[in-house]
Structure formats: C-alpha cells, structure tokens
C-alpha cells in the first residue's frame, strides 16, 4: 500500500464497459492537521478530499452537506453515504481511507460499493 504526505493529485475511479474511467482532482489530508480540518469552513470543494487514515467521519461545523466514500486498504469502495452537516458517521469496520466531495457528484463519477480507485500524486 502506498504512503502519502499532504498535498495534491487525482483520483481516477475505474470504468467498466459501460463507463470511462473519470480523473477527478484530488486532495490529499494524511497529517492529523490536514485530517482534522478535512472541509470545516468551506463552502464547496473542487473534485475530492482523500482522509488517509481514517475509518470515520464527521460533519460538525460543515457548511454543506457532503457525499463520503469509505474505502479499504485495496482503495475499494466499502459505503457511500451522503451526510448532512452536524452528523456523526458511523466507523466503518475495515475503512482505511475516506474520500470526501460536495454531496451528488459521486455518483457521477461512477464511484459505488464494490470500485476500486487509484491515488495519482502530483510531484
């Protein structure tokens, strides 16, 4: 498994026959700072937020409400939930990674139970 540090890069969740594979840009918040501050005090985001470790979430003090992806330690998508600001996510058994986005796009991209995604750092 790959070891981030704090920065920028893309997601690319994986097509199937049916559906292109979607970059999408990608933060990356590995630092407890970085994780910690997640999206409080934003009003929107641009692509994706990755939590890297995380197995919970929370939306207290969000300004809008957000879809998160839960992901295992093979970057699979586990649960996809859309949290409105002032909740508590449950943990998720297994969850190594969290994504975060502005609730509704991902389902867009394609990103559901069962897809694998990929991390490309920007150097």
Known sequence: MARWRDGRGKLVVHGDGSRA?????LEI????RARTKGLLGRDSVDGAILLSPAGGIHTFRMRIPIDVAYLDRHLTVMAVRTMKPGRL???RFRSRHVLESEAGVMAG????????VAVEVES
């Open 21 to 25: 594979a979607v970059a999408v840009p």
């Open 29 to 32: 918040a590995t630092s407890y």
């Open 89 to 91: 996510g449950l943990p």
């Open 109 to 116: 991209w394609g990103l559901d139970v069962g897809v694998r």
